[in-house]
């Protein structure tokens, strides 16, 4: 009887049963079964058929040196966004700046120049003018008298015109024996009366005497105001102001024409954009028309493939790519255009290798935001 090689019942229930799954295990399963999946199917989208290897470009606008100098400073980072008038370098003129230097002294000298001259102006107004006022005040005065006279004389005369046509005494008192008193009867005597004529032509005489005096005068006081009124700029003609004023005019307009120079050694952006690299750098000559720095407008990307020739039929306008950012980030795209030639290849490997730029738009969701330049995988969508 072989009792002993047979389990027994005590035996079969001593073994210990299996642990049950935990939910922590069961978790890690299923987030490596899904990873496996994403993986799987990344790796069929990638090979599912060739991929080319295109290239992000953006519209670009050159900015170029407008003069000859030495870049001084940069004013914007790379990578930096910068609106229209924005500065982006400043070049430095050594030539340029002696010559400011220089006019800015030339302005100064004749600056000190036109206070010089019309200092020794304003004395000399001066002085003539108040010449000009005296002489003005003494026509004045001769004229007053003049006038006086005239009315004495016409006063006269028309006392004796009286005494010849009047039979009534006539009492003048000018301390003549003549005029003292003048009786007439019914006729003045005949001697009387040439002599009373006679003094009535001299007073008429003396009275047309004292009104050309009077316009004398007269005209005396308009030229004498008409000098004074034109002394100052004849003064200031004679005393160089008007000269110095114009060599000043002229200093300063140079100075103002070399500082507007000096402006434009600050190179400011021309658009609305992403600042590029720098092709130039403090330090570096430029001459006109050299390139500084590229700006790049990112909201007008596309990107640029080179596609073999042998491929280009499965190009056409309007065909949907898949497009692999950095990042394994995957987006959409179109064709744009198809370069109308073909071009050797720049990395051929058989001879007469050709390639075909393709440029590619947005379509669909957004692109991610990656440096200008970057490489992006390209596939054909199915």
């Excluded at 290897?53 to 100098?69: E, F, I, K, M």
């Excluded at 430095?92 to 019309?118: F, G, H, N, P, W």
Aim: proline share 5%.
């Amino acid at each position: 009887m072989r009792v002993a090689d047979e389990p027994s019942a005590l035996d079969t229930f001593s073994e210990p049963a299996p642990p049950p799954a935990s939910r922590g295990r069961i978790l890690f399963v299923l987030a490596v079964a899904l990873a496996a999946g994403i993986g799987v199917a990344r790796w069929i989208n990638h090979h599912g058929g060739p991929t080319f290897q295109g290239r992000l470009t953006a519209h670009t606008t050159v900015v170029t040196a407008n003069r000859s100098g030495m870049v001084a400073d940069v004013l914007a980072a790379e990578g930096a966004r910068v609106r229209i008038g924005d500065p982006l370098v400043t070049l430095s003129d050594s030539e340029l700046q002696e010559r400011i230097e220089q006019q800015t002294a030339e302005v100064a000298r004749r600056k000190v120049e036109l206070q010089t001259a019309q200092a020794q102006a304003a004395l000399e107004i001066e002085w003539r003018q108040r010449a000009i006022d005296n002489e003005i005040h003494e026509v004045r005065l001769a004229s007053a008298g003049y006038l006086k006279e005239k009315y004495e004389h016409e006063l006269h005369r028309s006392m004796l015109a009286d005494v010849l046509t009047s039979s009534e005494i006539a009492s003048l008192d000018d301390g003549s024996d003549a005029f003292k008193s003048l009786i007439t009867e019914k006729q003045i005597p005949a001697d009387r009366r040439i002599s009373t004529m006679l003094q009535l032509e001299a007073a008429a005489n003396a009275a047309e005497v004292s009104s050309a005096r009077i316009e004398m005068c007269d005209s005396d006081l308009k030229r004498l105001s008409s000098m004074r009124e034109r002394m100052p700029e004849l003064v200031r003609d004679a005393s160089g102001v008007d000269v110095a004023e114009s060599r000043l005019a002229e200093a300063t307009a140079l100075l103002e024409r070399l500082q507007a120079r000096e402006t434009s050694l600050t190179v400011h952006s021309p658009a609305i954009a992403v600042v590029g690299l720098f092709v130039k750098r403090p330090g570096d000559r430029v001459q006109p028309g050299d390139v500084i720095v590229e700006l790049l407008d990112d909201a007008r990307c596309q990107l640029t493939v080179d596609v073999p020739s042998q491929h280009i039929d499965d190009f056409t306008l309007g065909r949907e790519l898949t497009l692999t950012f950095p990042g394994s980030e995957v987006r959409t795209g179109r064709v744009a255009s198809i370069a109308p030639q073909a071009r050797p290849q720049a990395n051929a490997t058989g001879h007469g290798d050709t390639s075909v730029l393709v440029r590619v738009e947005q379509a669909g969701e957004l692109w991610p935001t990656v440096p200008i330049g970057s490489r992006v995988d390209v596939q054909l969508a199915e």
